[in-house]
């Protein structure tokens, strides 16, 4: 227990919080309560007359054109319904280029003229909205005099209402463009990347036969990792506050090595905040399955159940939303950094990714002899053409410089974007190399020994927790998401890749003769043959992965500054205009943006270094240098002499200290030429010299006195009462 006075106060706080029982929880987890806050199809269609409804479900099933005219009937609809429901206003919500969600609300009652006020909402004011698009992220694309911007709504993805103390408001999914018509936001891309996807992946499956072809969607399923502290040690944490991570701490006496926090007892608090965040979600139509303790102590994870890609996006966001602000009605703090704390495992963001349809169904489902699947496996390997085609892409697509503190950690998938398909699809592509694949690896199953356990069916691979990008069954887990991450830009990267991939095949054998069979084994072959150098089943964290990855020719993008040039590469670029997605001047922007942010997230990191070594631990490691000394000296003036090798050490450290210190604030003060530049500094300079300055600060930590030590500590911060 520490005897720093404003630690033990914290201390004390976390251990006697008692967690208020007022969820009715029996009620919030019934199926009554799913989709109750959501504008869903049921509502509609019991509130649309017949022919709005079906024209509106045509749009959203089909992707056909919005009848513009059909807009007042459902804005007046989604008004009286929100009415109803105690709601004062709507907002357009979208996701502008910081990576969070952005709303604008107005109020439903507008003045009568007469002395009142009526509520109003219509087709118009459904459709779209006007926010200001001069203060938003935009890499050069609007300046600050030019702040028109545009928001359209998303009839893809369902309305629904946002309920707090005081009042409800009805949100609305839209996409966010500016005047230009240039696109502002990460939604707008993956709708888009979703219709070409349509299209490529429609020409594969006639090919096959089929003629009765419902659309097909990329579907999603992203599994979201999150730490929980208590928030009075939050508070105490400047680095946390303003970085979302700290920057300094000395690794606890016990951290994860004993592997009992992996899938152990929930902590009664935290399940009860996991009660109420799933009750909350469930209302919104988010289908939440998972929850489970994560390896690292407080870390947990939610995950969902697959839904269409965009509904999925929209999702994710509102679930980073609820985790947050439910945490707080707990004295809890939610945090979504990817390495919050060093030395234990960070967060990520598993993204499972698939695509489908209600009439071919998961297209990426192998079936018990996939050697004979051939539909199968020409998805599949437009997958791994894709990846390997563009693995610096998606590298590039999950690089910031908080999640490269993750990237390559213990238990993350390294920087080299590999695939991993499982013994039995390795082997298919093997056989493939050297002509058609005339076998697969059996499942079969495993008998426990005893008589009383079932015999249990057996994959016919294992999975591997090291790949940035495995196989697992019937979707791809791209698991180099960082956790904090909207995942609409990876969406669609992935949908992009894919679409060119399958127009790739679709055209050489469309383009073919003879037996659709044949071309098909041909095609197979090629790709197996060019592209396998992507597929690795072994140890990604391996230095001799690293070796065999350098000979095979993968990229290995260590760095944000390192990936971020890939996204306007020649490939990037071909891909994403020649199928609508965004154009060479969006993605030049995009990379701005990527690399001011970058910029931006080091330098504050920095200036946190230094304000917090000048004004808490150098002044802490003074004080005790200082009581140290006046120990020494008592002791010799009563005639003990000696050494004193602890005030030597602590001497030594706080030499080391400010000499690191001076260097950090020497190199926070260069000003490069250009940004890319400035990027470069920081990531190859600046960042170094803040890992020297923590080294000096958390060995402090080891030897000074703990009423001395003014921040609370990891082992408070990780185990004292969940």
Known sequence: MSANPARFAAIQAANYYRVPATLPYKDNHTPSVYGSAVFNEKVMQARLPKAVFKSLKKTIDSGSSLDP?????????????????????????FQPLTGITAEKHDSFLEPDGKGGAIAEFNGKQLIQGEPDASSFPSGGIRATFEARGYTAWDVTSPCYLIETANGVTLCIPTAFVSWTGEVLDVKTPVLRSMRTLDEQARRILKLFGHNDISMITATAGPEQEYFLIDRNFYLARPDLISAGRTLFGARPPKGQEFEDQYFGTIPDRVLAYMHEVEAEL??????????????APSQYEIAPIYENANVAADHQQLTMTTLKKVARKYGMECLLHEKPFAGVNGSGKHLNWSLGNSTQGNLLEPGHTPHENLQFLVFCAAVVRAVHKHSGLLRAMVASASNDHRLGA?????????????????????????????TSKKSGTMNLGVDTLPIIPKDAGDRNRTSPFAFTGNKFEYRAVASNQSISAPLAALNTIMTESLDYIATKLEKSKGKLEDNIADV???????????????NGYSQEWHDEAAKRGLPNLKT????????????TVGAYEKYGILTKRELEARKEIAYEQYCKTVNVEANLVVELVKTKYLPAALRYQTELAQNAAALKSAGISGESPILEKVTSLIRGLTSALSKLEEGRSHHASGLVAEAEHYCRVVLPQMLEVRKAVDALEADIADDLWPMPTYEEMLFISK
Not at 73 to 87: F, P, S, T, Y
Not at 416 to 429: M, P, T
């Open 560 to 571: 944000t500054v390192d990936a971020l040039p890939v996204l306007t590469a020649k490939t």
């Open 524 to 538: 197979l072959t090629e790709i197996a043959r060019e592209h396998s150098a992507v597929i690795f089943n072994g």
């Open 410 to 438: 213990n238990e993350a998938p390294p920087a080299i974007i590999s695939i991993f398909l499982g013994d039995q699809l390795a082997d298919v592509f093997e056989q493939l190399k050297k002509g058609k694949a005339k």
């Open 282 to 295: 469930y209302k919104l139509g988010v289908p939440v399955k998972t929850r489970h303790n994560e390896v």
């Open 69 to 93: 005219s059909m807009a007042d009937v459902v804005a007046l609809a989604l008004k009286d319904w929100a009415l109803e429901h105690g709601a004062t206003h709507y907002a357009h919500l």
